[in-house]
Structures are given as structure tokens and as C-alpha cells.
Nanobody, 125 residues
Framework: QVQLIESGGGMVQAGGSLRLSCATS????????MAWFRQAPGKERTFVGG????????WYSESVEGRFTISRSNAESTLYLQMNNVKPEDTAVYYC??????????????????WGQGTQVSVSS
């Protein structure tokens, strides 16, 4: 079955950096657009960034544009999120997700059918 396993979360001070990873299995990774979402306590889950199936196109929410970078290694079936200059408002559980349809561009409004269990990121001021 499809598995997405996030790692790399933790506690960091404001202005610091973290790199999240999402290792996948049971999925033809190179065929799927992928994305990162996050959910802060008491809030809805929101889109952070997406990357097309071939890695050529990326999208970001306004709140992380210029600070976060999404990338992928199709050879390793792994998705990454480099988080720089983090802020306390970045505190959330971060989830990776795979699109339901193949060869997608991972637009925020697309349908994502597979999800990881999440990894906690906590940013102190």
C-alpha cells in the first residue's frame, strides 16, 4: 500500500532553518505531483507548497514564498521542504501529500489522495 512518512520536524528558534523529508513507498513517485500542507492548533489545514510530477514547476503560499523551497528526488522517491528564516507562525504539523491523479502540477486546489502522518514543527520567538 501507499506510504508517506515525514521526518525532520522539531523545535527551532525564529530565524533558523529546518529541512523536512517525506519518504514514499508503494507509489510510482515520479508520476505524481506532490505537496506540503500544514495545520496549526485550532486551525484548518492549509497548502504550503507544491511541485509538479516532473519537478519543473513549484507553487507556494504567500506566507512562505521566498523562505521555503520544495524539491523532490524521483530517484529516491522522496519529497523535501527546506524551511529558512522560520517564524513562530510557521508552528504547525506538516503533512506531505500525493495527488490522486498522475502527471499533475500539484495546484493547491487539486485533489490529493495520499497523506503522511505528519511531523511537528515548533518555532520559538
Amino acid at each position: 500500500q501507499v506510504q508517506l512518512i515525514e521526518s525532520g520536524g522539531g523545535m527551532v528558534q525564529a530565524g533558523g532553518s529546518l529541512r523536512l523529508s517525506c519518504a514514499t513507498s508503494g507509489l510510482s513517485f515520479s508520476r505524481y505531483g506532490m505537496a506540503w500542507f500544514r495545520q496549526a492548533p485550532g486551525k484548518e489545514r492549509t497548502f504550503v507548497g507544491g511541485i509538479s510530477w516532473d519537478g519543473r514547476k513549484t507553487w507556494y503560499s504567500e506566507s512562505v514564498e521566498g523562505r521555503f523551497t520544495i524539491s523532490r528526488s524521483n530517484a529516491e522517491s522522496t519529497l523535501y521542504l527546506q524551511m529558512n528564516n522560520v517564524k513562530p507562525e510557521d508552528t504547525a504539523v506538516y503533512y506531505c501529500a500525493a495527488e490522486r491523479a498522475q502527471y499533475g502540477l500539484a495546484y493547491p486546489k487539486n485533489i490529493f489522495g495520499s497523506w503522511g502522518q505528519g511531523t511537528q514543527v515548533s518555532v520559538s520567538s
